[in-house]
């Protein structure tokens, strides 16, 4: 058990719809990165807050948003949902040092019909 | 751009014996080299890191392998069990500063052992 969590753990819902992928860090972290696994693919960075400001950004579409609340949890938003947003997301945090490992949660997995 | 290639998607290795698996990158800005594993259904789980200071790093049965000319790093298992069979994943990440920790992931390699 790495101590980050995420919720839900599956969602399947419709083609334009919207949802929130939930994130809590593991104690005492202060900063949580957002990954996408697609079939097959490696895990491709999003975004990255540190201690509730943004910090950086990857290939994130503009459909999607993140933001980290001040008791450290993380959001990410994703609306607007087409077939090829269907991936594994995964939040990781670490404590925001300069040689930290991050650890991940166990994903959501997100399936768009 | 792939900047992190892991070129074997699988390795079939018999138990007892030394798993080897290899990742090579592209970005001479990389630093700081992590392996990851990874279980259907669960998040990837950190293994073993190794900072570009080094050659080397040890932990138990898990040993990663610098080489910076080469742009090349290896993890190697030994003694290989059944429970070592997962993903791997081997990760990269620029000399961390503000706004430059984000870890570039090469696509996996499936190891398989074989009892």
């Known amino acids: 058990d790495s101590g980050v969590t995420q919720t839900p753990k599956h969602l399947i819902t419709a083609t334009g719809q919207r949802v929130t992928l939930r994130c809590s860090p593991r104690s005492g972290d202060l900063s949580v990165y957002w990954y996408q696994q697609s079939l097959d693919q490696g895990l491709q960075f999003l975004i990255q807050y540190y201690n509730g400001e943004e910090r950086a950004k990857g290939n994130i579409l503009e459909r999607f948003s993140a933001q980290q609340f001040p008791d450290l949890h993380s959001e990410l938003n994703l609306s607007s949902l087409e077939l090829g947003d269907s991936a594994l997301y995964f939040c990781a945090s670490s404590a925001g040092t300069k040689t930290d490992t991050q650890y991940f949660g166990p994903g959501t997995r997100l399936t768009v019909l | 751009d792939q900047q992190v290639k892991q070129n074997s998607p699988s390795l079939s290795v018999q138990e007892g014996r030394i798993s080897i698996l290899n990742c090579d990158y592209t970005?001479?800005?990389?630093?700081?080299f992590l392996w990851y594993k990874k279980y259907p259904a669960e998040g990837p789980t950190f293994l073993i890191s190794i900072s570009s200071i080094k050659d080397k790093n040890e932990d138990g049965r898990f040993t990663v392998f610098l080489n910076k000319s080469a742009k090349h790093l290896s993890l190697h298992i030994v003694p290989s069990q059944p429970g070592d069979s997962a993903v791997y994943f081997c990760?990269?990440?620029?000399?961390?500063?503000?706004?430059?920790?984000?870890?570039?992931f090469g696509t996996g390699t499936r190891l398989t052992i074989i009892p």
């Open positions: 970005n001479s800005m990389f630093d700081y």
């Open positions: 990760a990269a990440r620029p000399r961390a500063n503000f706004g430059n920790e984000k870890l570039t």
